[in-house]
T-cell receptor
Framework: GNSVTQMEGPVTLSEEAFLTINCTYT??????LFWYVQYPGEGLQLLLK?????DKGSNKGFEATYRKETTSFHLEKGSVQVSDSAVYFC??????????FGTGTRLLVSP | ETGVTQSPTHLIKTRGQQVTLRCSSQ?????VSWYQQALGQGPQFIFQ???????GRGNFPPRFSGLQFPNYSSELNVNALELDDSALYLC?????????????FGDGTRLSIL
């Protein structure tokens, strides 16, 4: 079945550092892929998505490229801010709007 | 345009009891999906409702059941509660048949089982 694996956290960075959070997926076919962010006490917010191979999703300085050859969808940001501190979830779509999530990666950014 | 709202925000129950969680979908959305998020884990898909019918189910036992109403709001019912049911329950709504629209999540109901 479909599954998503993402790097364990926490990831601790200083402000303005470069961020990479790894995500790989196992699926039948090539599902749409997503990154969601969860701030404390809140639900999930869609950060970005890609619907087919070689697509690049981007939003708020974050970006991720759908790599079919490595089955990966790594999240990157060139310069993180303290306000980016949150938990990030990689997800794949198994049928319409039925998401399979990774376990989440907590990002802590210090000033 | 109102977003997805869930009620209650917190709930405490004891083992063996039953619980009903509610979700109002975003205006214009006809599909509601429910997820269970245990502490420190990613959300797990429970089931989805589309136009009042169940439209897919994850690996959850039958004591997890749901409803969707004509106004597309939804309920999640859990019978015979177990300690492992303690989790954040998330509802997400979307509009099927209208392009590639993303799901919108509510802030969840935190259920604690004693």
């Amino acid at each position: 079945g479909n599954s998503v694996t993402q790097m364990e956290g926490p990831v601790t960075l200083s402000e303005e550092a470069f961020l990479t959070i790894n995500c790989t997926y196992t699926a039948t076919g090539y599902p749409s892929l997503f990154w969601y962010v969860q701030y404390p006490g809140e639900g999930l917010q869609l950060l970005l998505k890609a619907t087919k191979a070689d697509d690049k999703g981007s939003n708020k300085g974050f970006e991720a490229t759908y790599r079919k050859e490595t089955t990966s969808f790594h999240l990157e940001k060139g310069s993180v801010q303290v306000s980016d501190s949150a938990v990030y979830f990689c997800a794949g779509e198994r049928g319409f709007q039925k998401l399979v999530f990774g376990t989440g990666t907590r990002l802590l950014v210090s000033p | 345009e109102t977003g997805v709202t869930q009620s209650p925000t917190h709930l405490i129950k004891t083992r063996g009891q039953q619980v009903t969680l509610r979700c109002s979908s975003q205006s214009g959305h006809n599909t509601v999906s429910w997820y269970q998020q245990a502490l420190g884990q990613g959300p797990q898909f429970i089931f989805q409702y589309y136009r009042e019918e169940e439209n897919g189910r994850g690996n959850f036992p039958p004591r997890f059941s749901g409803l969707q109403f004509p106004n597309y709001s939804s309920e999640l019912n859990v019978n015979a509660l177990e300690l492992d049911d303690s989790a954040l329950y998330l509802c997400a709504s979307s509009q099927q048949g209208v392009g590639n629209q993303p799901q919108h999540f509510g802030d969840g109901t935190r259920l604690s089982i004693l």
